[in-house]
């Protein structure tokens, strides 16, 4: 075997391998042997086919098996000859044949890993928004349990924005006659019911009808198809009736005994998921921030297979949504995704190369740990998970996540974080371009 390589654009590399002699010539013996005995040709007998009709019929598919035998046997020894491990898939780019001699050369592209120079972290500074917990957070999240466990009480009185109105209706086709008759019901001001039935409605109350003619009806691009005329008959009015922030109410949260007990759990857990949430952006941004301070060449085959991933991902939801992925424009969502396919690789890249030089390491405990979460949050037995993960050989994915995790967190522990305001806040407060000159003729004088 004599084995060459060079390189070739950007992180590519070609590498050749050649095989001559008796190697060559049993592994053709094979292959013909079984082709004789398998394909169907007129006019001969399976196992009485000659070699030169085989040949000149499955040359293409003599040439791949061929060098499938040679990559099976030789690819992996030329590999470590030359010290270079492609980072995704290898592509066979040519073959040469030659049976007489009888010699083979296959010829191979693969992407190497980028070359990284990582910075030194205590000398990189990332901005974080400020942020603090505050008992307006408590109040609002209250505030949203009390709407969510709120009851709707009939009232005899007129109807006002914010109510719940129960009604029947009759609406009659101008065009073709036909009526359609029903119930419903929907809360005035939250727009489920048409801008000018809710105006009918407001003043009105149970038993009262209302009438309108010839109102337009339209299709989903807004184009007028038709008139209708609609009766209406209010049924009920019920007006929302907020639970009071009492001990019943924390028995019924399960949170307490009394309402200074549930107020209290209340306020430690949002301020456990407040300090969750700030953490977690501390490590986007600063995540963001090692993408943007290290420059390299991030491999093409990667990025396709991470955009392939994304893009089968979005056509799914969109799936889950009612929506016919052979409807959706694929083009315009592989734009989309491509920065998003980028940023993905590099930060992986970046997050291994920073946990090679801090040796992070992941416990086989530590992985069983991070399964038995996942199992958790996909509500499925940890048993189930962990063979599904095993038998797809995603264990091994899993365990890289962990590391590049705590590479980040370990990250984070070196880098310098500042806080800043808020950036629309920022953008509000930031003095002019008039006031800036003005400023600085003061400084100066």
Not at 70 to 99: C, W
Not at 185 to 192: F, K, N, P, S
């Amino acid at each position: 075997m004599k084995t060459t390589l060079k390189e070739d654009k950007r992180l590519y590399r070609e590498l050749t391998i050649e095989v001559e002699g008796p190697e060559v010539k049993n592994a053709l013996e094979e292959i013909y042997q079984y082709l004789s005995y398998t394909a169907n040709i007129p006019g001969f007998r399976k196992g009485r086919v000659p070699r030169k009709i085989l040949r000149k019929r499955f040359e293409a598919f003599i040439k791949e098996r061929i060098a499938d035998k040679v990559l099976d046997k030789y690819l992996e020894k030329a590999l470590e000859e030359h010290g270079v491990k492609p980072v995704a898939d290898i592509f066979i780019t040519d073959i040469k044949l030659d049976e007489e001699k009888p010699a083979v050369v296959v010829v191979v592209k693969f992407e190497v890993p980028p070359e990284i120079e990582l910075k030194n972290l205590e000398e990189i500074t990332v901005e974080v928004p400020k942020a603090e917990f505050s008992q307006e957070q408590v109040e609002n999240y209250i505030n949203q349990l009390r709407e969510q466990h709120a009851e709707w009480k009939t009232v005899d009185r007129e109807i006002k924005e914010g109510d719940l109105v129960e009604v029947e209706y009759e609406i009659t086709d101008l065009e073709s006659g036909q009526k359609e008759t029903g119930e419903t019901a929907a809360v005035i001001g939250e727009g489920l019911f048409r801008k000018e039935i809710e105006e009918a409605l407001k003043g009105k109350k149970a038993g009262d009808e209302i009438e309108l003619k010839a109102l337009p009806i339209y299709d989903q691009e807004g184009k007028e198809v038709g008139k209708v005329d609609i009766k209406i008959k209010v049924k009920a009015v019920k007006e929302k009736v907020l639970p009071e922030l009492n001990d019943e109410f924390a028995k019924k949260l399960g949170l307490g005994e009394t309402w200074e007990e549930a107020r209290k759990k209340i306020e430690e857990q949002l301020k456990e998921q407040f300090e969750k949430a700030k953490e977690g952006q501390r490590l986007e941004k600063l995540l963001a921030k090692l993408v943007e301070e290290h420059k390299f060449d991030i491999p093409e085959t990667l990025v396709r297979r991470e955009l392939d991933a994304l893009l089968r991902q979005r056509l799914q939801e969109l799936q889950a949504y009612g929506i016919n992925p052979k409807q959706v424009n694929q083009q315009q969502l592989v734009n989309e995704l491509m920065p998003i396919a980028i940023f993905n690789v590099a930060s992986r890249l970046i997050l291994d190369k920073l946990a090679d030089e801090l040796g992070i390491e992941v416990s086989d405990e530590e992985v069983n740990a991070e399964i038995e979460r996942l199992a958790k949050s996909f509500n499925v037995p940890v048993e189930e998970l962990k063979k599904s993960l095993q038998e797809q050989g995603f264990i091994e994915a899993v365990k890289a996540d962990l590391r590049r995790n705590k590479a980040l967190e370990e990250a984070a522990k070196r880098v310098k974080f500042v806080e800043v305001e808020p950036k629309e806040e920022r953008e509000e407060n930031q003095p002019s371009e008039g006031e800036n000159k003005e400023e600085n003729q003061k400084e100066e004088g």
